[in-house]
């Protein structure tokens, strides 16, 4: 198994330590990881994207150009990356800010409120675990148990008391995802 | 297992320097490699194992406590990225000249001049060609995964200290700014006065001993007669690197009918071309060179019975393509490919390289 993925959306969304979370719950299962950042004088409300790759195999490329899964999280990702899915792929997004939505016809479409549900929770740093639940639901790659893991291992001791709280939003993301397009 | 962790290309090389034994890290702070004394600074390794991290004033002053440190028979190193190798060039050579061990971490970024900050690997030729003056070579290490940033730390000082050179590990942002899976090193003590006696006594300037020759650490002799001589003696260390210590990784090379020669991040580019290219039908192989010097000109030219054309990749206008044709010798075509000033190429764009240049389409 390779699953090759993009997520891109503003900075301050949370897209990098998303990527890290999810890549980090790879290892938890014994998988080989990459996480490669679009890195450079970037800033708050600039564009943020960071591949990863998870796979049972050696990882070549850590830089690509087609992916088998972007989840999209503002409208300029969605212009620069829609074209970018492999046909057959998966397209993940938070129509929260969305005014041109995808066109592709050769790849499964998934909505999911990341913004919305974050908002109802009555917390926005909630947003990208949610949008990583929702991943989950689409494509289960990793386990919610080893995501917790992965957790329990990145985050200082400190913060885990905020581990429920981020398990309960990627519970809320696995339960909210909306099929658009499924081939 | 080990301790495994998801690190930073940059952080290991960090980390992998406190667990290695070294005593002292010099350096300057510049984008994209600032993780490393970043992490240092973060980590306090004086605490721990009593190596020292120090922010210098200049990156010509951190390439002269080098120097210091190294004098001294103490495992040392710096880093930089381009334009500030390019400021401690005048110590790399110095360090060279006076035999010292020591070991210098570039995190290339496009150039020339400032350049930009993104990753390149434009300094091929002045990392393996020179950089600073007089007929030196440096060992040269380019790490393509951020195990082999962890691996290469304590490879690069073993080097240095088995020749008296100092090595260099050549990378790039790619592999300095992203994250893999990474299964750190064991600590190791550091050498005791009394091992540093023991490996490094009969240069090392740590003081006369009493009924014996003073050790002078220095580049300078005015006589050519004795200058030359010492030349000799230089250039019988190099090549004994090229007869010993070539490091290279052969990937899908059995059957293959071309070939990519590629170093660090464009070889993990290339292995995602190889891949591309096989469901084409086109039987392409991977030769890494890991080792930039010395550099696996025999393994390249054992290739050439085997193969009908060669495609070297590297993230510059050129460099070591020049290397490339040495070894072939014109016996097969042999083009470049490059994406340069902080472009990185795609696997497909090597690919499409492969067809129009190598196979003629």
Same mark, same amino acid.
């Given at each position: 198994?390779?699953?090759?993925?993009?997520?891109?959306?503003?900075?301050?969304?949370?897209?990098?330590?998303?990527?890290?979370?999810?890549?980090?719950?790879?290892?938890?299962?014994?998988?080989? =990881?990459?996480?490669?950042?679009?890195?450079?004088?970037?800033?708050?409300?600039?564009?943020?994207?960071?591949?990863?790759?998870?796979?049972?195999?050696?990882?070549?490329?850590?830089?690509?150009?087609?992916?088998?899964?972007?989840?999209?999280?503002?409208?300029?990702?969605?212009?620069?990356?829609?074209?970018?899915?492999?046909?057959?792929?998966?397209?993940?997004?938070?129509?929260?800010?969305?005014?041109?939505?995808?066109?592709?016809?050769?790849?499964?479409?998934?909505?999911?409120?990341?913004?919305?549900?974050?908002?109802?929770?009555?917390?926005?740093?909630?947003?990208?675990?949610?949008?990583?639940?929702?991943?989950?639901?689409?494509?289960?790659?990793?386990?919610?148990?080893?995501?917790?893991?992965?957790?329990?291992?990145?985050?200082?001791?400190?913060?885990?008391?905020?581990?429920?709280?981020?398990?309960?939003?990627?519970?809320?993301?696995?339960?909210?995802?909306?099929?658009?397009?499924?081939? | 297992?080990?301790?495994?962790?998801?690190?930073?290309?940059?952080?290991?090389?960090?980390?992998?320097?406190?667990?290695?034994?070294?005593?002292?890290?010099?350096?300057?702070?510049?984008?994209?490699?600032?993780?490393?004394?970043?992490?240092?600074?973060?980590?306090?390794?004086?605490?721990?194992?009593?190596?020292?991290?120090?922010?210098?004033?200049?990156?010509?002053?951190?390439?002269?406590?080098?120097?210091?440190?190294?004098?001294?028979?103490?495992?040392?190193?710096?880093?930089?990225?381009?334009?500030?190798?390019?400021?401690?060039?005048?110590? *790399?050579?110095?360090?060279?000249?006076?035999?010292?061990?020591?070991?210098?971490?570039?995190? &290339?970024?496009?150039?020339?001049?400032?350049?930009?900050?993104?990753?390149?690997?434009?300094?091929?030729?002045?990392?393996?060609?020179?950089?600073?003056?007089?007929?030196?070579?440096?060992?040269?290490?380019?790490?393509?995964?951020?195990?082999?940033?962890?691996?290469?730390?304590?490879?690069?000082?073993?080097?240095?200290?088995?020749?008296?050179?100092?090595?260099?590990?050549?990378?790039?942002?790619?592999?300095?700014?992203?994250?893999?899976?990474?299964?750190?090193?064991?600590?190791?003590?550091?050498?005791?006065?009394?091992?540093?006696?023991? *490996?490094?006594?009969?240069?090392?300037?740590?003081?006369?001993?009493?009924?014996?020759?003073?050790? *002078?650490?220095?580049?300078?002799?005015?006589?050519?007669?004795?200058?030359?001589?010492?030349?000799?003696?230089?250039?019988?260390?190099?090549?004994?690197?090229?007869?010993?210590?070539?490091?290279?990784?052969?990937?899908?090379?059995?059957?293959?009918?071309?070939?990519?020669?590629?170093?660090?991040?464009?070889?993990?580019?290339?292995?995602?071309?190889?891949?591309?290219?096989?469901?084409?039908?086109?039987?392409?192989?991977?030769?890494?060179?890991?080792?930039?010097?010395?550099?696996?000109?025999?393994? *390249?030219?054992?290739?050439?019975?085997?193969?009908?054309?060669?495609?070297?990749?590297?993230?510059?206008?050129?460099?070591? &393509?020049?290397?490339?044709?040495?070894?072939?010798?014109?016996? =097969?075509?042999?083009?470049?490919?490059?994406?340069?000033?902080?472009?990185?190429?795609?696997?497909?764009?090597?690919?499409?390289?492969?067809?129009?240049?190598?196979?003629?389409?």
């Amino acid at each position: 198994m390779t699953e090759e993925i993009i997520i891109a959306g503003f900075g301050g969304q949370g897209v990098l330590s998303m990527g890290k979370i999810l890549a980090y719950s790879g290892i938890m299962q014994d998988q080989e =990881v990459s996480w490669m950042p679009s890195y450079g004088p970037e800033m708050r409300g600039g564009t943020a994207n960071v591949t990863v790759i998870l796979s049972d195999d050696r990882i070549s490329s850590p830089v690509l150009k087609k992916f088998d899964t972007a989840i999209i999280l503002n409208q300029q990702s969605m212009d620069k990356f829609e074209a970018d899915i492999k046909p057959g792929g998966t397209l993940l997004y938070d129509p929260n800010g969305i005014t041109r939505h995808p066109e592709r016809k050769d790849i499964n479409i998934f909505k999911i409120p990341g913004a919305a549900l974050a908002a109802e929770m009555g917390n926005p740093k909630t947003f990208n675990m949610i949008i990583l639940g929702g991943f989950l639901n689409v494509k289960p790659i990793v386990k919610v148990e080893n995501v917790k893991k992965g957790l329990e291992k990145s985050l200082p001791e400190r913060h885990h008391k905020l581990i429920p709280l981020n398990i309960e939003a990627i519970q809320k993301g696995i339960d909210s995802v909306e099929n658009v397009q499924v081939l | 297992m080990g301790d495994v962790r998801l690190m930073k290309g940059n952080e290991v090389i960090a980390e992998a320097a406190i667990r290695c034994g070294c005593d002292g890290y010099f350096g300057y702070p510049i984008t994209p490699q600032s993780e490393i004394m970043e992490t240092l600074m973060i980590r306090k390794p004086e605490d721990e194992t009593g190596m020292v991290v120090l922010q210098a004033e200049s990156e010509v002053a951190a390439i002269n406590m080098v120097y210091g440190g190294a004098s001294c028979g103490k495992k040392v190193m710096t880093s930089s990225s381009s334009p500030g190798i390019s400021l401690k060039a005048e110590g *790399i050579t110095y360090l060279a000249g006076a035999e010292l061990p020591a070991l210098i971490v570039n995190i &290339v970024r496009g150039g020339p001049g400032l350049g930009t900050i993104q990753p390149a690997q434009s300094d091929y030729f002045q990392a393996v060609k020179g950089g600073g003056h007089g007929d030196y070579k440096l060992i040269v290490l380019a790490p393509a995964s951020v195990q082999e940033m962890n691996d290469f730390v304590d490879l690069g000082f073993e080097l240095s200290f088995k020749y008296l050179n100092p090595a260099m590990i050549l990378s790039d942002g790619v592999i300095g700014q992203m994250m893999e899976k990474v299964e750190l090193s064991d600590y190791k003590p550091r050498w005791t006065d009394e091992e540093i006696e023991k *490996i490094s006594g009969s240069w090392a300037t740590n003081g006369k001993k009493a009924g014996g020759e003073r050790n *002078i650490s220095t580049s300078l002799d005015l006589d050519s007669a004795k200058q030359e001589v010492f030349n000799h003696k230089l250039q019988a260390k190099y090549r004994a690197m090229e007869e010993n210590d070539v490091r290279f990784e052969k990937i899908a090379c059995d059957d293959a009918d071309y070939l990519f020669v590629a170093y660090g991040s464009s070889a993990r580019i290339c292995q995602k071309s190889v891949e591309l290219a096989r469901e084409k039908g086109i039987k392409v192989g991977l030769l890494r060179p890991i080792t930039l010097f010395p550099y696996p000109t025999k393994q *390249i030219q054992e290739m050439l019975g085997q193969v009908k054309g060669i495609l070297s990749v590297e993230m510059s206008a050129g460099q070591m &393509v020049e290397d490339v044709r040495l070894a072939v010798e014109g016996k =097969v075509p042999v083009e470049h490919f490059g994406r340069y000033g902080g472009i990185i190429p795609t696997p497909e764009e090597v690919v499409e390289a492969l067809e129009e240049k190598i196979l003629g389409k």
